[in-house]
Nanobody, 124 residues
């Protein structure tokens, strides 16, 4: 079992930046998991944002965030990060951290554990 807690969300103006964090705890070793970020806007499906392999050597991004968002992890601190730059109003959503025992993937069904989410609001 893995528990995930997101933080770092908030209100920011368009063009601004935020850094989300996701702290993991539990009996299983964090470093063995692929970690991902997803988001869900009101009235929309939850969508993939970014993922990172257990070693940090392999990353995957949604086309909508490529070049603006960066995912990273610190296995010593059991934490994964999402640096979000050049934010746009369409980035407004609840952002969820997730852990997977599979290879890097953008598929929701590949992820076994989910956090409660953190709200990101980008004003125009």
């Amino acid at each position: 079992q893995v528990q995930l807690v997101e933080s770092g969300g908030g209100l920011v103006q368009a063009g601004g930046s935020l850094r989300l964090s996701c702290a993991a705890s539990g009996r299983r070793t964090f470093s063995g998991y692929t970690m991902g970020w997803f988001r869900q806007a009101p009235g929309k499906e939850r969508e993939f944002v970014a993922a990172i392999s257990w070693s940090g050597g392999n990353t995957l991004y949604a086309d909508s965030v490529k070049g603006r968002f960066t995912i990273s992890r610190d296995n010593a601190k059991n934490t994964v990060f999402l640096q979000m730059n050049s934010l746009k109003p369409e980035d407004t959503a609840i952002y969820y951290c997730a852990a997977s025992r599979s290879v890097v993937s953008g598929a929701r069904e590949a992820y076994d554990y989910w956090g409660q989410g953190t709200q990101v609001t980008v004003s125009s």
